[in-house]
């Protein structure tokens, strides 16, 4: 993996880890798989930061606000040529809430988990 950017922490961060490629990027910016639990659990493979001689550097998206235009704009201009392409699952229906947010839970989704009204 060249370049890690994580928002989960935990399990998924020490497994991004394990599978840097040397001179990876890695961008912290959220740790969601600890909001709520009381013993906070880092990776035990930080080891590989320094073998694969990878860098770090945290995001906090609300010290970036200021540059939000110009990302939009060329950001969309990467959407529109298709240059940038993501993968979700989409849900038809209001009706098809629970069973969209079960499925994301158990991992049944790729990307992000849409439920379109």
């Known amino acids: 993996m060249d370049v890690f950017f994580g928002n989960v922490g935990g399990d998924h961060l020490q497994a991004a880890i394990g599978a840097l490629k040397l001179h990876a990027r890695v961008v912290p910016c959220g740790m969601v798989?600890?909001?709520n639990d009381e013993k906070v659990v880092g990776p035990r493979n930080l080891r590989n930061l320094l073998v694969t001689r990878s860098d770090i550097?945290?995001?906090m998206f609300s010290?970036?606000?200021?540059?939000?235009?110009?990302?939009v704009r060329e950001v969309g201009g990467w959407l529109a040529e298709g240059k940038l392409r993501y993968r979700e699952t989409v849900?038809?229906?209001?009706?098809?809430?629970?069973d969209?947010?079960?499925?994301?839970?158990?991992?049944?989704n790729i990307g992000k988990m849409i439920v379109k009204l």
């Open 33 to 35: 798989s600890q909001h």
């Open 57 to 59: 550097l945290s995001f």
């Open 63 to 71: 010290e970036e606000l200021d540059i939000q235009p110009d990302f």
């Open 91 to 98: 849900r038809e229906g209001l009706d098809n809430t629970l």
């Open 100 to 108: 969209a947010f079960f499925a994301m839970m158990r991992g049944e």
